[in-house]
């Protein structure tokens, strides 16, 4: 354990992403590839953490929330091909969008791409797309290049060898389990943000040095024991 970040309880865990790469970089301790959960990316997170810091952040993206991608069945996101160009999007009938122009959602930028009313009515494949009654189907996009991480991101947690890649998270997730049962992690023994995190740089010591004896005392391989010496330099001289 590298970082350890102390917060009050209401802070999300996504609110720390830049945090820990900015005091990671500052410390000459940045990673080449940060593997996280849902909670600690977005596009837009994905994005600093490349053009800053050089850093690929690896996780899942969250699901398109569409009622179509939600049923898995019907038009999503994906069935529309957009051209940035041109400023319009293209439905899987082939019909391209009516309007494009700027929306703001819950603080952030979209573009909002909305398709011919009278169109959509007579779609024949209308019930696939929207659940409006009237209304012609509409769609949110992320900006461009953060449109495209989110596309490709999703594309690519789909594949078997991106998940290989990403069962290395399972080991965070153990050390957080092993921190929680043995450690007492969930429940401060002081008052006041500074004990506590006191307390958390503790337990993150305590870990570091258990897996280091761990690995100190592991069974050789070999039917002659070798040195604690002569296995450290094994170690530090394997290829990454
Ligand atoms: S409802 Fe409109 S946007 Fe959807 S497929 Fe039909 S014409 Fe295209």
């Known amino acids: 354990m590298v970082h350890v970040a102390t917060t009050i309880a209401p802070v999300q865990d996504g609110q720390l992403t830049e945090l820990i790469h900015d005091d990671l970089a500052a410390t000459g301790l940045a990673p080449a590839e ?4 849902a909670a600690y990316l977005s596009p837009a997170r994905i994005q ?3 053009q800053i810091h050089n850093i690929t952040l690896l996780g899942p993206i969250a699901p398109d929330p569409s009622a179509q991608a939600m049923a898995g069945s019907g038009f999503d996101k ?3 091909v957009i051209d940035w160009e041109r400023q319009v999007a293209i439905c899987p009938r082939g019909s391209p969008s009516r309007s494009w122009g700027p929306l703001r959602i819950k603080g952030h930028d979209y573009i909002q791409v909305r398709f011919d009313t009278a169109t959509c009515r007579v779609c024949p494949v209308r019930t696939s797309c929207t659940a409006s009654a009237e ?3 509409a769609l949110a996009l992320l900006p461009r290049p953060l449109h495209e991480i989110q596309t490709r991101n999703r594309a690519e947690q789909a594949d078997q060898a991106w998940q290989a890649r990403y069962a290395i998270r399972a080991g965070c997730e153990s050390t957080i389990s092993e921190n929680v049962r043995v450690r007492g992690l969930r429940r401060t023994r002081y008052r006041g943000l ?4 006191l307390q958390h740089v503790l337990t993150a010591m305590a870990c570091n040095l258990a897996r280091l004896g761990d690995w100190l005392n592991a069974t050789p391989k070999t039917r002659r024991r070798a040195s604690r010496f002569h296995t450290l330099c094994q170690a530090l001289l394997a290829p990454t």
Not at 34 to 37: A, S
């Open 48 to 50: 600093r953490a490349d």
């Open 194 to 197: 500074a004990k506590t995190h």
């Open 34 to 37: 940060h593997v996280v959960d």
């Open 78 to 80: 994906s069935a529309f």
């Open 135 to 137: 209304r012609p189907r």
